[in-house]
Nanobody, 127 residues
Framework: QVQLVESGGGLVQVGGSLRLSCAAS????????MGWFRQAPGKEREFVAA????????YYADAVKGRFTISGDNAKNTAYLQMDSLKPEDTAVYYC????????????????????WGQGTQVTVSS
């Protein structure tokens, strides 16, 4: 089992920045990919970004490319999501997730493919 705990959410104005953290514990060696997803009210959970275990490859949804940066610190078993130039449409609950599987393309964007999830942290961008 892997336990994930997110932190760092909050209220920020348009154009501002936030950094989310995801602390992992348990059998972290079993994870191949760490991902961030988000879910706005009335919408499905959507892929935001992912990074492989070694931190050598990162993947982003088109909606956040160039504004968000995913990173990881294996020594701390922590993944991060730096969010810059935030927009009102970024408002959502953000979830950290871990996937044990390896993919030829490097990651999966499907929430159903991820094995472990955090409890989520609210990000609200006010205009």
């Amino acid at each position: 089992q892997v336990q994930l705990v997110e932190s760092g959410g909050g209220l920020v104005q348009v154009g501002g920045s936030l950094r989310l953290s995801c602390a992992a514990s348990g059998r972290t060696f079993s994870t191949a990919v760490m991902g961030w997803f988000r879910q706005a009210p009335g919408k499905e959970r959507e892929f935001v970004a992912a990074i492989n275990r070694r931190g050598t490859s990162a993947y982003y949804a088109d909606a956040v490319k160039g504004r968000f940066t995913i990173s990881g610190d294996n020594a701390k078993n922590t993944a991060y999501l730096q969010m810059d130039s935030l927009k009102p449409e970024d408002t959502a609950v953000y979830y950290c997730a871990a996937d044990r599987s390896y993919y030829s393309g490097g990651y999966s964007y499907r929430p159903s493919d991820y094995d472990y999830w955090g409890q989520g942290t609210q990000v609200t961008v006010s205009s």
